[in-house]
């Protein structure tokens, strides 16, 4: 009886809601996922950032994502938003470059934001940020809390951004232990959970006691909480898989950014730019420092803030290579933004060889 | 805990799900019946295991749910195959479609949640011992679960009367249908063991092997199960033997990688499947016919009266 | 109490065209159900999934433009399934294709290179496809190992091939390091204006037509249908299975390349890792929605295409989750199955057992 009673009800609203309801006066922004926005990861992050611009100018704005949504059938989905009245677009993943491109040229009214590519357009603004910074700091903690000297370090793909964040994180070792080892595995995905455990596994089993990761689910960190070791976290604060051992982790925050750039649609001033931003835009925070001694976690905050205030860069010259040659030193004291958006070597003290 | 032993117990978790659920699939295409949708009921095992297991706070109880709704959803799959004989293959697809959706839906509520993961069991003393005994007397229930289930099904295949009467419906429906065997109803049956092995196998992932949800977590292990069977010619200790080998060469190249060999880490990513193509192969060199499946595999049964 | 399945015997071909409509107003009803106990409108998802998509000219190009694939590879396959054998490594054939068939747009981008390019790229995809698809077939033919584990594990290997290549040989020298081969310039043209409709959308129907003569027509065709119903007939009638086995899986894995070249030269536009959706696998899906019939699969394909689309609409307009329109197309697909037998049989409840 209860059913059909609701059932009654559905039809009702029906009745009167033949047509969606039309909210032409606000602003439509949609936002296009990789993942799932379940991965609590990447893509999660992205939809936290959806969630906190619909609580700050949810009078003005409508939010839509979608999820999941393969790359090489990304164009139609894109389109799909432009076409139904959206007018600000976050394309959220590099494999969404071209398709975004594309579908810019046909509609020169909508605006379009492509994170972690490197073309634009009149209407195609690009963002992305500086995750290596944290991956520096977690360098640091990594370097003072390790026994072994040897850290597992499970990466995705090598990207240029993981392959950066690699270098950071030695970099940062470096500078607090001249003796650290890197392992790394390559998993070849961004997320299968069994995979990543046994990547994290046969990391430990090989002397490393602290584990980082470059891809996006909880269970590397899990394992290492099951041995009683230490590890980092990626993308979101992970500290509820891992309470006893987690260290920090990496979170990508992309709120401020969101609001800002629907902010500039609305009062008529936006326009293509390229945005990298680190721990001085708010765009990578760094959770709370855990399980830690006071000294460590105290060098830890250092280094954060002196990133962030400008005085330390990850990649300050010199920066030596696998060879032990210099890394030609083409910014201002430190790697240029396109040495590092474009990393593909590895620098000193990292026994591993990256596909040429 | 030597390097040895520690390599070998993470070969025995990833072999785990994969030998649950190839081992209820096994039965099911003994039966004559072939269901392609592993993948989805094993989804919806792990979201339903985990949920289950987090309301009540039990994992008992996120067990049995995950069995529960294995079962459940492969007997839509029944309905769909033997009550209205549709394609098989078909149908076992747009299940494990249907499976992945459902299995999001129902854990939705758990993004960003773990817990602990279900503890090995521990026997005092011989848990203990040297080189052995935590591969040997300290695994997870599960593993203990799946062996028996290997040879229970062994038993029940080759000895038992019923193993017999499931073998003749698979094997050629028609003249097990003359003999006045219950075509229909063994098939229902099997079809249900297998996705409650789907559904279990589910639960080993959500909560032993990474204890929290998340979207696609199955990440084709369903697949890997249905090439097993075939990979095992429908022999439960082969299927067995598939699965470890599986599980340990897809170990043994991340401990390649982890020592820096050297190798581009795609080599490396596709050796367990090369490893398993060229153990078929030498498998088969002994022998001068190939491995025959069940007669009747994956043809649709309506008794003409 | 059981379900009991009694033969229609003749079944007017009218019956045959409604079964697929009931069907989905089967599934209407079912996901209208879910969607109003959601509090949301049905008739307005109804009016998002189904209606807008197939009366605006836009929709009707984005669903012939993702059928193209499915229906491409489902008519290869549909010679290996009406010969029982299975290849389900559609989707390792369809890369390899694309990648075989990328070489040549690959090394002539940016130079005068003409329009030669593209129908030598596609004769390429397909050998590419051909070749990969023979591992499995000589396999099988030579050892006797089973076509379903060899052609499922290729997959994953032609997957990571395609990845090694793009991130290491292929990948553009300007590319920041990502993993991406140049733009082409050796792309297939669009056929109408506003839309995404390219030439290749022509190679399906073309196709699925060449299916039709040849299994309805010719003694090859008759060869793959007694293969399949009746093998030792087949053998006493001097067809060899060993031949079989080559001759389908021939043509699935040249369709599948096909396919994966089309896609790339007429969508994408370059080769990257994941240039495929899973298509070799929905092919297979498509294939049996269509009973491996030509027509019918061309209904599959775009059966599926629209609960894609769909589904992007109704996420977008009515905020419903991917999920749910996930769980959607399967509920669809199984009543589009159930509808097609229940053209075949009547089907009787039997409350007592027959004694």
Redesign the interface.
């Known amino acids: 009886m209860k059913t059909v009673l609701k059932i009654a009800g559905a039809l009702a609203i029906v009745a009167g809601l033949a047509a969606p309801a039309a909210a032409a006066d606000k602003l439509k922004v949609g936002f296009v996922y990789v993942g799932p926005i379940g991965d609590f990861g990447y893509s999660y992050q992205h939809n936290q950032g959806r969630l906190a611009l619909e609580k700050a100018l949810g009078e003005k704005v409508e939010t839509t994502y979608l999820e999941n949504v393969p790359e090489a059938d990304s164009e139609r989905a894109i389109e799909q938003l432009a076409r139904t009245g959206h007018k600000l677009i976050f394309t959220t993943s590099f494999g969404f470059m071209e398709p975004t491109l594309k579908v810019a040229k046909k509609y020169p009214n909508v605006f379009f934001e492509h994170a972690t590519g490197y073309k634009r357009d009149k209407n195609v603004a690009t963002y992305s940020a500086k995750f290596h910074e944290g991956r520096y700091v977690q360098g640091v903690i990594a370097g003072k809390m390790t026994k072994s000297n040897v850290i597992g370090y499970v990466a995705s793909f090598p990207i240029p951004e993981v392959v950066s964040g690699i270098n950071s994180f030695m970099l940062g070792a470096q500078s607090v232990n001249p003796n650290i080892k890197v392992k790394i595995v390559w998993a070849n995905t961004w997320f299968d959970p069994g995979k990543e455990a046994d990547a994290a596994k046969a990391l430990l089993d090989q002397g490393a006691d602290i584990i980082t990761q470059h891809t996006d689910s909880p269970a590397p960190l899990q394992q290492a909480e099951a041995r009683g070791k230490l590890a980092f976290g990626q993308a979101s604060d992970m500290i509820r898989f891992a309470p006893k051992s987690i260290l920090t982790s990496i979170v990508d925050h992309w709120d401020d950014y969101y609001i800002a750039r629907t902010k500039l649609v609305l009062d008529g001033k936006w326009k293509s730019e390229d945005t990298w931003g680190g721990f001085a835009a708010n765009m990578v925070n760094m959770a709370p420092f855990t399980n830690m001694p006071d000294d460590v976690k105290k060098m830890a905050e250092d280094t954060e803030q002196a990133i962030k205030s400008g005085k330390l860069n990850p990649f300050k010259c010199p920066v030596y290579d696998q060879e032990g040659k210099e890394v030609p030193c083409k910014g201002n004291g430190a790697l240029s933004d396109e040495q590092v958006l474009g990393m593909n070597f590895y620098v000193k003290g990292i026994d591993d060889k990256l596909p040429k | 805990m030597d390097i040895w032993q520690a390599v070998l117990i993470t070969v025995v978790t990833a072999a785990t799900p994969l030998l649950i659920a190839a081992l209820g699939e096994l039965v099911v295409e003994r039966a004559g019946v072939l269901n392609l949708g592993l993948e989805g009921m094993m989804a919806v095992g792990a979201s339903c295991g985990f949920a289950a297991a987090t309301l009540s706070g039990s994992s008992l109880v996120g067990v049995l749910a995950a069995i529960a709704a294995g079962a459940a959803l492969s007997a839509l799959f029944a309905l769909l195959v033997l009550g209205l004989a549709t394609n098989q293959v078909a149908s076992g697809l747009a299940l494990t479609i249907m499976g992945l959706g459902l299995s999001g839906l129902i854990g939705a509520g758990f993004v960003g949640s773990g817990r602990e993961a279900i503890p090995p069991i521990r026997i005092p003393g011989l848990s203990d011992l040297p080189a052995v005994g935590r591969l040997v007397f300290g695994e997870d229930p599960f593993v203990y679960l799946s062996l028996a289930l290997a040879g229970g099904i062994l038993w029940f295949l080759s000895r038992s009367r019923a193993g017999l009467t499931l073998r003749s419906v698979g094997e050629n429906h028609t003249s097990a249908h003359a003999l006045g065997l219950p075509v229909i109803q063994v098939r229902l049956l099997a079809i249900l063991f297998g996705g409650a092995c789907a559904g279990l196998a589910g639960a080993y992932l959500s909560l032993v092997y990474t204890p929290f949800w998340s979207p696609g977590m199955t990440a084709g292990r369903g697949w890997i199960a249905l090439a097993l069977v075939v990979f095992a010619s429908w022999k439960p200790l082969r299927v067995l033997f598939g699965a470890y080998l599986f599980g340990g060469a897809t170990v043994l190249q991340l401990h390649a990688q982890a020592a820096s060999l050297g190798f581009p880490s795609q080599v490396m990513s596709a050796f367990p499947y090369v490893a398993t193509i060229v153990a078929l192969v030498l498998m088969s060199l002994g022998r001068r016919k190939a491995a025959i499946a069940p007669g009747s595999l994956g043809t649709s049964f309506v008794p003409d009266r | 109490m059981?379900?009991e399945?009694v033969?229609r015997g003749d079944v007017s071909p009218w019956a045959r065209a409604l079964a697929p409509v009931a069907a989905v107003v089967a599934a209407i009803l079912i996901g209208g159900?879910v969607v109003?106990?959601m509090?949301r409108?049905?008739?307005?998802a109804f009016?998002?999934y189904f209606v807008d998509t197939l009366s605006e000219d836009?929709g009707l190009q984005?669903m012939a433009?993702?059928a193209t694939p499915l229906l491409i590879i489902a008519v290869g396959l549909s010679f290996c399934?009406r010969a029982s054998l299975w290849n389900i490594g559609a989707e390792g054939q369809f890369i390899i294709g694309a990648l075989v068939g990328g070489i040549l747009p690959l090394y002539t981008a940016g130079t005068e290179a003409g329009a030669w390019v593209i129908p030598a790229a596609m004769v390429l995809g397909a050998l590419g496809g051909l070749a990969y698809a023979m591992i499995p077939a000589l396999?099988?033919v030579a050892?006797?190992?089973?076509e379903?584990?060899?052609s499922?594990?290729?997959v994953?290997?032609a997957d990571?091939?395609l990845?090694?290549l793009v991130?290491?040989?292929w990948k553009d020298p300007k590319g920041?390091?990502?993993?991406q081969t140049v733009?082409f310039d050796a792309t297939l043209p669009y056929l109408a204006e506003?839309g995404?409709l390219h030439a290749g959308v022509l190679v399906g129907p073309a196709l699925a037509l060449l299916a039709w003569f040849v299994i309805s027509r010719t003694l090859f065709g008759f060869g793959v249908r007694v293969a399949g119903e009746a093998p030792k007939a087949a053998r006493f009638a001097g067809f060899s299975a060993n031949r079989m086995v080559i001759a389908a899986f021939a043509i699935s894995g040249a369709a599948a390349g096909l396919a994966g070249i089309v896609?790339v030269l007429g969508?994408?536009?370059?080769l990257?890792?994941?240039?495929?959706?899973?298509y070799g696998?929905?092919a297979?899906?498509v294939a049996?929605?269509g009973?491996l019939h030509p027509l019918g699969m061309i209904f599959g394909a775009l059966v599926v295409a629209l609960t894609v689309?769909g589904g992007?609409?109704a996420?977008?307009?009515?905020?419903l989750?991917?999920?749910?329109?996930?769980?959607?197309?399967?509920?669809l697909?199984?009543c589009v199955?159930?509808a097609?037998?229940?053209v075949?049989?009547r089907?009787r409840l039997v409350t007592v057992a027959r004694a």
């Open positions: 059981r379900l399945l033969p159900l109003a106990l509090g409108s049905p008739l307005a009016q998002v836009w984005e433009v993702k399934f396999l099988r050892f006797g190992v089973s379903i584990l060899t499922l594990m290729l994953y290997v990571l091939t990845d090694y991130r290491g040989p920041f390091n990502f993993p733009n506003g995404r896609e969508q994408i536009g370059q990257k890792p994941g240039i495929s959706s899973g696998f929905t297979i899906t049996f929605l009973r689309i992007e609409s996420q977008i307009a009515l905020k989750p991917l999920d749910l329109t996930r769980a959607f197309q399967g509920v697909l199984m199955l159930a097609d037998a229940l075949s049989y089907v």
